[in-house]
């Protein structure tokens, strides 16, 4: 019998991230607090431009967004928000989406596999993504299992499960 396996990704869906960003824009126009304080969201090349006349009200955008994404399914931990950074009058914060696994990541998760996974569980890394292969398909379930109850610090999806 042929080994059964999965791979662990780490994708975006850019048409999900761009409704979030549509409706946090949206309420932004439309919330009390924010009128004609020049407060917006917008995307910025990849990036988030996130851009208020204060601290308080970037970071109350970026919780907006934040929601959004929450919301449409996307993890948190695959956007990373930056620090609210003073420009002139108007305060500016940058956030950009992470894609892919990095190899100390893919290491990382690996080694967790060997470690506390079932015994018989082989984990490749193939570029950006690691492909898990086991005999049992219940030992698969198994990593997948221990991998969505480990603190990393990446969103991680698992596709290709034959």
Known sequence: MADSSFDIVSTLDRQEADNALNQAAKEISQRYDFKGTGASIAWSGDKVLIVANSDERAKAILDVFQTKLIKRGISLKAFNAGEPA???????????????????????????????????????????????????????????????????????????YR
């Open 86 to 160: 003073a420009s002139g009058k108007e305060v500016r914060i940058t956030g950009e989406f992470v894609e892919g696994i990095a190899q100390d990541q893919a290491k990382k998760i690996s080694k967790i596999i060997r470690d506390e996974g079932p015994k018989g569980v082989k984990a490749q890394i193939q570029g950006d993504e690691l492909r898990v292969s086991s005999k049992s398909r219940d030992d698969l379930q198994a990593v997948i299992a221990l991998l969505k109850g480990a603190d990393l610090d990446i969103a991680l999806q698992f596709t290709n």
